[in-house]
C-alpha cells in the first residue's frame, strides 16, 4: 500500500560505474523529487520534476541526472559514482499546490566503493 | 540560501515529561515550515505542518511559529519509547514554497 516506493533499497556500487536509482508513486502526484541525506547535512534536494518528460535542477545537482518518463516514475542515475556520492537517496512526491505536502520513500542506501 | 540549524543535537527525557525542540533558520520570508521524524532506516512521516505565525497543534505534537525570531519549535507532550527518533526540522523555499532546506536533526530518546 505504500505510496511512494523504491529500489533498490540498498545497493554497493564501484567507482566509476553507472547507478541508476527508481522511485514509483501511486500518489497521482505532479511533482517528484531527490534528496541525499548524509552524516553532518540535512537532507539535500538534488533533482525535482513537476511534469513528466521534464527535470529540474535543485541544490546539488552534480554529479546526477534525473529522468521522469511518466507521472508514476522518477529515476536518479550516477554516470560514473564516486565515493562522495555515498548515502542514503529520498524520492518524495507532492501535489502541485503551494505548500504541498511532500510524501517520502523509505530511501536507498548507496555505497560506493 | 535559507539555512536552517537545530538544537539541541540530542535530547533524552523520561516517558511522559514533554520533550521540547528547537529549530532556527536564517530567512524570514518563508511560509512552510515542517517536523518529520525519522525512525532508524525508515522513511520521514510528517507530523506538523505550519504556515503562519502562532501555534499549530496535530496530536501530541505541537508547533510553535515565530518567523520575527526566525525560530520554530515543536513540543512533544506525553512522549513514549516508541517516539525514539530523529526529528527534522524543514522550511520551504522557492516561487511556490514546495523545495525544502532541511536541518541535520535532533535524536529524541525516550525513556521509560
Known amino acids: 500500500e505504500a505510496a511512494v516506493t523504491q529500489s533498490p533499497r540498498s545497493k554497493v556500487a564501484v567507482t566509476g560505474g553507472k547507478v541508476t536509482l527508481s522511485c514509483h508513486q501511486t500518489n497521482n502526484h505532479d511533482y517528484m523529487y531527490w534528496y541525499r541525506q548524509d552524516t553532518g547535512h540535512g537532507l539535500r534536494l538534488i533533482h525535482y520534476s513537476y511534469v513528466a518528460d521534464s527535470t529540474e535542477k535543485g541544490d546539488i545537482p552534480d554529479g546526477y541526472k534525473a529522468s521522469r518518463p511518466s507521472q508514476e516514475n522518477f529515476s536518479l542515475i550516477l554516470e560514473l559514482a564516486s565515493l562522495s556520492q555515498t548515502a542514503v537517496y529520498f524520492c518524495a512526491s507532492s501535489d502541485g499546490g503551494n505548500y504541498a505536502e511532500q510524501f517520502f520513500g523509505p530511501g536507498t542506501r548507496l555505497t560506493v566503493l | 540560501q535559507q539555512k536552517v540549524q537545530q538544537s539541541p543535537e540530542s535530547l533524552t527525557v523520561s516517558e511522559g515529561a514533554m520533550a521540547s525542540l528547537n529549530c532556527t533558520f536564517s530567512?524570514?520570508?518563508?511560509?512552510?515550515f515542517r517536523w518529520y521524524r525519522q525512525h532508524s532506516a525508515k522513511g520521514l512521516e510528517v507530523l506538523v505542518s505550519i504556515f503562519s505565525d502562532g501555534e499549530k497543534e496535530e496530536g501530541r505534537f505541537t508547533a510553535h511559529l515565530n518567523r520575527a525570531n526566525l525560530h520554530v519549535s515543536l513540543h512533544i507532550r506525553e512522549p513514549q519509547p516508541s517516539d525514539s527518533a530523529v526529528y527534522l526540522c524543514?522550511?520551504?523555499?522557492?516561487?511556490?514554497?514546495?523545495?525544502?532546506?532541511f536541518g541535520i536533526g535532533t535524536l529524541l530518546s525516550v525513556k521509560p
Open positions: 524543514a522550511v520551504g523555499y522557492g516561487s511556490s514554497g514546495n523545495k525544502l532546506i
Open positions: 530567512d524570514g520570508t518563508s511560509n512552510n
